[in-house]
């Protein structure tokens, strides 16, 4: 397991204030829909660079990737993935909440490193089961608040990415460390067990497909990076499901 230290370089004066406006943006929905966004600020560079791993890290140099981003929210991590993104590549970035959808549509005109990818990147304003499965991907990298979540709605996102994940493809997403030590102390009972529940799915399916895992302290809060792998064997119909 690895640990990552903050690739960003120094910030411009306007870089600056473009990530001040985005923070501001992603605190004031934080405010109203906590349970969906899962945070109050976006993630850092240090996230975003080691989320984009798997597309930096491509099996075959040659060969473009077709990339899903789930929760984009206001494009930290889209940023990083954007920055690792070759000629022939594409991404799809999916978005639940239609402002930060909009927002991240502005970034693809007006963002130095989401306009590199423009022409090769979609916006869909949806919750990600909703994108369907006409589409596969060779890279998944998910920002979606499983600790948020129920057991049954992890379980329903991790099965359509390993539904839409080519064989051999890639799933990166992130927790925060010390959540459930932190909850332990202040959350009501329910929600405690709720959050327990999802967690130990989201571990099933680490144990089962993990290749890589890192932490990154450059992060309000430090997170885990977790990097699972689709067996080339596996299709959906075949999934060994968790006892
Ligand atoms: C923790 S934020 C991450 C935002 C951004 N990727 C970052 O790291 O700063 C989670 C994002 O996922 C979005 N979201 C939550 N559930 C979703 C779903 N089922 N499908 C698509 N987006 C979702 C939220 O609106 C929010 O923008």
Request: aromatic share 10%.
């Amino acid at each position: 397991m690895s640990e990552t230290q903050s690739p960003a370089g120094p910030l411009s004066a306007l870089r600056l204030e473009e990530r001040l406006r985005d923070t501001r943006l992603f605190f004031g929905q934080a405010l109203r829909t906590f349970h969906a966004t899962g945070s109050i600020v976006p993630s850092s560079g240090a996230l975003a660079y080691e989320m984009a791993e798997y597309v930096r890290r491509r099996p075959d140099p040659e060969q473009s990737l077709s990339i899903l981003e789930a929760g984009a929210g206001t494009g930290a991590i889209s940023r990083g993935i954007a920055a690792a993104m070759r000629p022939g590549d594409t991404i799809d970035l999916v978005e639940a909440n239609p402002e930060f959808a909009a927002h991240v549509e502005e970034l693809l005109k007006t963002d130095p490193e989401m306009s590199r990818v423009a022409d090769s990147a979609a916006v869909h304003a949806c919750l990600v089961n909703d994108m369907g499965t006409d589409r596969t991907y060779d890279v998944i990298v998910s920002g979606l608040p499983f600790a948020n979540f129920t057991a049954e709605q992890v379980e329903s996102i991790l099965d359509h990415y390993f539904t839409v994940l080519r064989p051999g493809g890639t799933l990166s997403f992130y927790g925060y460390l010390y959540t459930k030590q932190v909850k332990a102390v202040i959350a009501k009972r329910e929600d405690y067990l709720r959050q327990a529940r999802s967690g130990w799915v989201v571990q099933d399916w680490i144990d089962r497909y993990r290749i890589d895992s890192a932490r990154v302290y450059a992060n309000i809060p430090p997170a885990w990076v977790h990097h699972l792998r689709k067996p080339e064997w596996e299709s959906a119909g075949e999934r060994p499901r968790a006892l």
